[in-house]
Structure formats: C-alpha cells, structure tokens
C-alpha cells in the first residue's frame, strides 16, 4: 500500500483530487492531509471521508518542518501531492510576504523533508548513500506538475519503483 502526502487538500483542487484519488485507488492507498485550514480551505469538504477514516488529517501548515518531519515518521510517506497555497491575488497586495512564506519557504520545506528522509546523506565523495527503499531497487524521482489554473501552485513528488 503507498502513502500519499496531500497538502491543501480542504481547498477546491486538493479536495477533488483526494476523492478521485480514494474512488479510483481507495483500497491500495492511505492518505494523509495536512492543511492549514486558511481562507482557501473548509474541513467541510473533507470531513465525511475524516469522519469513515479514509484519511487521516493533520492540522498544520507546511513551513512547520518538526511537524511535516512527523508525519514522515508516522506514516512513511511515498508521494507528495501539494495543493497548499496562497493563491487570491488581491490578499498578496495587502500581505505579500504570506505568499512568500507558503507559495516558495513552504514548498521548500517539503522537498527537504522529502529529500531526507527519502536517501540518508552521502559518502565521503558525495555520493548519495542509498536507504533501504533505493536498496529495494526503488528510484527516487520527482515529478513536478505546473498548474496553470487561478487556484495556485501545486507539485507532485514521487518515491516510487522504477518498474511501477
């Protein structure tokens, strides 16, 4: 079973896609929110599949690295699917420096994460040591999906078997 990271997903995209993602896959994959719950997202839209445990859903905001840290221990995760966003352009004129922190510092936040807890550092010539998912002969790649939508940014990260 793979383990899926979904951020933002109580807005409008990251609901949609948790849904068809649990009425396509729902019986081989386990999915994990973690959203901020800000203007853009309403626990509402997520709450009946909360509620039957189809997801587990974590209140938090991306830029907290402890807590994005956490939920890769708990629930080792295989991709990340971020919707997480400040997206209303007319909130960036009064307070510019919240995209800032969400749209590029939160982002980067959960690459590093990814990226730590996806290889285990590197030798003494920079080689990246491989853990035991790369041992198992499972690539990590990253795939990133630029959404030209109104709604925001959003990518895809993906640790997964080169052979899927």
């Not at 649990?22 to 800000?38: A, C, N, Q, R, S």
């Not at 956490?70 to 990340?80: M, N």
């Not at 510092?105 to 990814?114: I, P, R």
């Amino acid at each position: 079973m793979k383990t899926y990271l979904v951020t933002g997903a109580a807005g409008f995209i990251g609901t949609n896609f948790v849904k068809y993602m649990l009425e396509k896959y729902g019986e081989y994959i386990k999915i994990v929110v973690l959203d901020k719950l800000t203007y853009a997202g309403n626990i509402e839209n997520i709450q009946k599949e909360i509620d039957s445990k189809k997801i587990d859903f974590v209140k938090g905001d991306i830029c907290n690295r402890e807590l994005v840290e956490d939920i890769f221990s708990r629930y080792e995760i295989d991709y990340v699917v971020n919707f997480a966003a400040e997206s209303h352009v007319d909130r960036s004129i009064s307070n510019p420096q919240i995209f800032l922190e969400t749209n590029i510092l939160g982002t980067q936040n959960l690459l590093e994460v990814s990226k730590k807890f996806w290889s285990i550092g590197k030798d003494e010539n920079g080689q990246i040591l491989k853990n035991k998912l790369q041992e198992d002969n499972i690539d990590v790649k990253y795939v990133f999906e630029d959404k030209k939508e109104a709604t925001g940014m959003a990518f895809i990260m993906v640790n997964e078997n080169g052979n899927n």
